[in-house]
C-alpha cells in the first residue's frame, strides 16, 4: 500500500512550522491548531495535524501526516511539511521551506531558502532526472512561494477575495499552480461530523504541474487532473486582531480513492472558532 500521492494532495488542507525561521512568543501570535480525521471510502486511514503561529510580522507553520488503523499495520509512512518567513504590507514572504517523506522504499528530503532578492534556492537528499532539473531552471522565479504559503496566504485574504485566482509555487522540486475558485457558501451542523458549526465557504483547487514532474505523474494528472474541495470557515484572531480563514474540512480523489478531512479539533488562541463550534479537547 503507498500513499505519497496523497501526501501531496494533503498540503492543501495545512501549513505550519515547529524548528525552522523565526521563534513566535505565545503572547505575541495567534496559534492555529487543527486536527483532521482523513477517511478513505469512509475507513479512517490518516490524521493530519496542522500547527501555526502568526504575528503581525513573522508567521511558522507544521504539518505532520501519520497512517491510522488498518493502514497502519499495512503500510510505513510519514509525511512532515513545514515554513517559515515574514508578513509584509504585500503579503507573506516565505523564509525557509522543508519537506520530508518516507515509506518502505525511500526518504526524501526538499529544503528551500530564499535569498535576499527572493529568489528559492534548493537542497535535496536526492537527484533529480536531468530533464526534470533542467525544466525548473527555467521555470522558478523570485517570490516564489512554497505551498504552504500559499495555504497561509488563502488564510489571510479578505473574505471577498477568498478563492479567486492562481498561484504558482515551489516546494524544492516541482513547479505547480495553485488555482482557487469560489464555489459559494453553506452551512456546517452535526452533520458534518467535525468539531467546527457554522457558515462556510466552499472552495474548488485545481493544481497544474509547470516543471518537475515526472513523465509518470503528468500522465496520472492528465487523466485524473488532481482537484480538490475546501471548507474555509470565517474567525477573528484575538491577538494580531486579523481576519483568518480557517479550513474546517477537504476531499477528493487521490489514487483513484475518494477521500474527506474533517476538522476533529479546530481552535484559535486556544478556543473554539466561535460559539456554536464543540469545545477544544
Given at each position: ?50 500547527d501555526a503561529s502568526l504575528s503581525t510580522g513573522a508567521y511558522n507553520a507544521q504539518v505532520d501526516v501519520k497512517l491510522k488503523g488498518i493502514a497502519k499495520m499495512l503500510a510505513e509512512f510519514d509525511l512532515e511539511i513545514a515554513a517559515a518567513g515574514n508578513v509584509a504590507p504585500t503579503g507573506l514572504k516565505p523564509a525557509k521551506f522543508r519537506m520530508v517523506t518516507s515509506d518502505e522504499e525511500k ?175
Amino acid at each position: 500500500m503507498r500513499l505519497p500521492a496523497f501526501s501531496r494532495s494533503l498540503w492543501i488542507a495545512a501549513s505550519l512550522l515547529m524548528g525552522i525561521g523565526p521563534a513566535l512568543a505565545a503572547e505575541t501570535a495567534d496559534k492555529v491548531r487543527l486536527r483532521y480525521d482523513v477517511t478513505f471510502s469512509g475507513v479512517r486511514a490518516l490524521e493530519l495535524r496542522y500547527d501555526a503561529s502568526l504575528s503581525t510580522g513573522a508567521y511558522n507553520a507544521q504539518v505532520d501526516v501519520k497512517l491510522k488503523g488498518i493502514a497502519k499495520m499495512l503500510a510505513e509512512f510519514d509525511l512532515e511539511i513545514a515554513a517559515a518567513g515574514n508578513v509584509a504590507p504585500t503579503g507573506l514572504k516565505p523564509a525557509k521551506f522543508r519537506m520530508v517523506t518516507s515509506d518502505e522504499e525511500k526518504n526524501r528530503t526538499m529544503d528551500v531558502s530564499w535569498s535576499a532578492d527572493g529568489t528559492p534556492l534548493a537542497k535535496r537528499n536526492y537527484t533529480l532526472k536531468p530533464n526534470r532539473a533542467a525544466q525548473l531552471v527555467d521555470a522558478v522565479k523570485p517570490g516564489m512561494p512554497d505551498p504552504l504559503t500559499v495555504l497561509m496566504s488563502m488564510a489571510i485574504t479578505p473574505q471577498a477575495a477568498l478563492c479567486n485566482g492562481t498561484t504558482r509555487s515551489y516546494n524544492g522540486a516541482e513547479v505547480v499552480d495553485f488555482t482557487f475558485t469560489k464555489l459559494g457558501t453553506e452551512n456546517f451542523g452535526k452533520a458534518s461530523k467535525g468539531a467546527y458549526r457554522g457558515p462556510v465557504t466552499r472552495c474548488k483547487l485545481e493544481l497544474k504541474p509547470v516543471a518537475g514532474v515526472s513523465e509518470k505523474r503528468l500522465r496520472k494528472w492528465a487523466k485524473r487532473p488532481p482537484i480538490y474541495t475546501l471548507w474555509f470557515a470565517a474567525t477573528k484572531a484575538p491577538v494580531t486582531g486579523k481576519a483568518l480563514n480557517v479550513i474546517v474540512a477537504a476531499e477528493g480523489e487521490a489514487s483513484g480513492r475518494k477521500f474527506r478531512a474533517i476538522a476533529s479539533t479546530a481552535t484559535v488562541a486556544g478556543a473554539a472558532l466561535n460559539q456554536a463550534s464543540l469545545a477544544p479537547n
